[in-house]
């Protein structure tokens, strides 16, 4: 017995050592955001994050998340274990990705349109006041240049945000930008230079977010960007027995290793 667990260990340093250097799995730390403006409109409450970084990074990627925007993340949690964040960690991780970019979740202190069709928080000025010193804050912390991904109803708050970047002359604050499985609605202005990348599954039931309004959206944005612009469709992944708009195909559930690995090479073509 005392074999056997020698050989594995020995296994174990082999492989580490073959890596580069064994790298274990990064835990995720919180970290509270102040917001970066004060108003009326404006609430005083700090920004909840999770903060996983890459190893040696190139890049950070700040995550808009969907649904009512409320993850519920608390200061010293380490983890999340949802699969979709967890899908977005794999950008960290070398042994599943090259590993060199920083992932940030975004928590919104409170529920952004609750029970409302449209969200439209998500345009207001303290959602975007918050992403601002979001990016301000990790552009300052990491050095790395910020990117945006929104998902879904986090869709409208990127582009959203993009057009108050666009409007404040404040573009230089963002090096690239994902649109993953957004709401239909969801539409950039012009002018666009930089990165974007538009991320869907092919097989999304939810009605909110229609593959054809997708590949209409990545075809005008196509139209007026002066950089890399690009639609990938995601094919692996199933659905569940649950609202599609917040399983299954949408939530890239089972698709977590082929989105990543999206993600990571889209990124990484601007990043030695």
Known sequence: MKFLYRLHLAKFFLLALMWGGAFVPVQAEVIAVEQIDKGFFISSAPTLTMHWPGKDAKALLVFIPGGEGYIGLKLGQTDNRFHFFQMLKRLTNPALTSGKFDVV???????????????????????????????????EKTGLPVWLMGHSNGGISLTEVVKYFQKEDKMNLVAGIISSGARSETYFKPPLNLPVLVLHHQQDGCSHTLTKSAA??????????????ELVWLTSGESEARDPCRSGFHMYYGASDEAAKVIDAYMSKFYN
């Not at 919104?108 to 918050?130: F, I, N």
């Not at 209409?216 to 612009?229: D, G």
């Open 105 to 139: 979740l975004l928590d919104s202190p409170g529920e952004l349109s609750p029970r409302q069709p449209y969200p439209t928080a998500r345009a207001a000025s303290d959602h975007m006041v918050r992403i601002e010193s979001v990016v301000r804050f990790y552009k």
């Open 216 to 229: 209409e959206n990545f075809a005008q944005v196509k139209a007026f960007n002066k950089v890399s612009t």
